[in-house]
């Protein structure tokens, strides 16, 4: 759960950073924006293929979406 969260928080920020270090600071500013727009995407698949549709109204975390993913997708059913 939390290196999923991790990856879908800071993933973006570790990349801008070792991008804009090594390359150019415009171009690691460019691929921080790209990818947190990328991590925005992912997080709102999981949360409509996660969470029931009558509890869609209300706002999650990033935390609570990758709660209701792990839960409904990938923990074993008994």
């Given at each position: 759960?939390?290196?999923?969260?991790?990856?879908?928080?800071?993933?973006?920020?570790?990349?801008?950073?070792?991008?804009?270090?090594?390359?150019?600071?415009?171009?690691?500013?460019?691929?921080?924006?790209?990818?947190?727009?990328v991590?925005?995407v992912?997080?709102?698949?999981?949360?409509?293929c996660?969470?029931?549709f009558?509890?869609r109204?209300?706002?999650?975390?990033?935390?609570?979406?990758?709660?209701?993913?792990?839960?409904?997708?990938?923990?074993?059913?008994s």
């Amino acid at each position: 759960m939390f290196s999923l969260y991790g990856a879908l928080t800071f993933i973006p920020l570790i990349v801008g950073l070792w991008i804009g270090y090594v390359y150019n600071i415009w171009i690691g500013i460019a691929f921080f924006l790209f990818l947190t727009l990328v991590s925005g995407v992912i997080s709102s698949k999981m949360r409509v293929c996660s969470i029931p549709f009558d509890q869609r109204e209300m706002n999650y975390s990033t935390m609570a979406i990758v709660k209701w993913y792990l839960a409904r997708n990938i923990c074993f059913k008994s």
